[in-house]
């Protein structure tokens, strides 16, 4: 009984933590098609559970168990706007092509929400300094929205891509195959870009070099 009261207070502090940060949604398309769809489909009372959510989500895989371990947010905004493209994150706002939403065919609304788990990581992740490489975090959020359960059917799979850095589902398939060696490993080289950036991070956690780990991975998938 005390281990379940513990459990339980332990879910609401949480809980609590995560609704520390605001969380605002905005559909300034609501004119056009994609802007009337986002309402129909997916709505704004969703999307901001989404944000809360994928949050709880990101400091889970991240293991940032404590607010000094994550990045000071107080505000995160949802822009649903009528611009090009899919979607972006940007000072603590992330916009979301209504059009993108107009013309998916399928279940827009699981589609969104694993863009939203995506954009949500580059609100809270660290990208040492802005060294790390470009197609890394962008892996990593996608490594995220792989764990979460909303990769969609069209990403590469397991042992595909060119580069362990091209990004994305590419760079996201090969950190799930590194995080299979050693379980946190993600968490661990997102702590290690706290302040700043080296490739031989994947020395220091895996004992190989990162080219050494990719031939290995291809290796593995290469049937």
Same mark, same amino acid.
């Given at each position: 009984?005390?281990?379940?009261?513990?459990?339980?207070?332990?879910? &609401?502090?949480?809980?609590?933590?995560?609704?520390? *940060?605001?969380?605002?949604?905005? !559909?300034?398309? #609501?004119?056009?098609? =994609? +802007?009337?769809?986002?309402?129909?489909?997916?709505?704004?009372?969703?999307?901001?559970?989404?944000?809360?959510?994928?949050?709880?989500?990101?400091?889970?895989?991240?293991?940032?168990?404590?607010?000094?371990?994550?990045?000071?947010?107080?505000?995160?905004?949802?822009?649903?706007?009528?611009?090009?493209?899919?979607?972006?994150?940007?000072?603590?706002?992330?916009?979301?092509?209504?059009?993108?939403?107009?013309?998916?065919?399928?279940?827009?609304?699981?589609? &969104?929400?694993?863009?939203?788990?995506?954009?949500? *990581?580059?609100?809270?992740?660290? !990208?040492?300094? #802005?060294?790390?490489? =470009? +197609?890394?975090?962008?892996?990593?959020?996608?490594?995220?929205?792989?764990?979460?359960?909303?990769?969609?059917?069209?990403?590469?799979?397991?042992?595909?891509?060119?580069?362990?850095?091209?990004?994305?589902?590419?760079?996201?398939?090969?950190?799930?195959?590194?995080?299979?060696?050693?379980?946190?490993?993600?968490?661990?080289?997102?702590?290690?870009?706290?302040?700043?950036?080296?490739?031989?991070?994947?020395?220091?956690?895996?004992?190989?070099?990162?080219?050494?780990?990719?031939?290995?991975?291809?290796?593995?998938?290469?049937?």
């Amino acid at each position: 009984m005390v281990h379940h009261l513990f459990l339980i207070i332990t879910f &609401i502090l949480a809980t609590a933590t995560v609704h520390a *940060v605001e969380y605002a949604v905005t !559909n300034t398309a #609501g004119s056009t098609s =994609g +802007g009337a769809r986002f309402n129909s489909e997916i709505g704004a009372d969703y999307s901001r559970r989404t944000l809360i959510s994928s949050t709880a989500f990101i400091w889970r895989t991240f293991k940032q168990n404590t607010a000094v371990e994550r990045k000071s947010v107080a505000k995160v905004t949802l822009i649903v706007e009528d611009i090009d493209g899919v979607a972006f994150a940007s000072n603590n706002e992330i916009h979301v092509s209504a059009r993108y939403i107009g013309r998916y065919s399928g279940d827009v609304r699981r589609e &969104i929400t694993g863009v939203l788990y995506h954009e949500m *990581v580059h609100i809270w992740q660290w !990208n040492g300094n #802005g060294q790390a490489p =470009g +197609g890394l975090i962008e892996g990593i959020a996608d490594f995220v929205r792989l764990k979460a359960g909303y990769a969609p059917s069209h990403w590469v799979k397991p042992g595909g891509g060119n580069r362990w850095d091209q990004g994305y589902d590419v760079t996201a398939r090969f950190l799930d195959y590194c995080n299979g060696l050693r379980n946190g490993f993600v968490a661990e080289l997102n702590k290690k870009m706290r302040g700043g950036y080296n490739v031989n991070y994947f020395v220091e956690l895996l004992g190989k070099t990162v080219d050494q780990l990719w031939t290995d991975y291809k290796a593995k998938y290469k049937n």
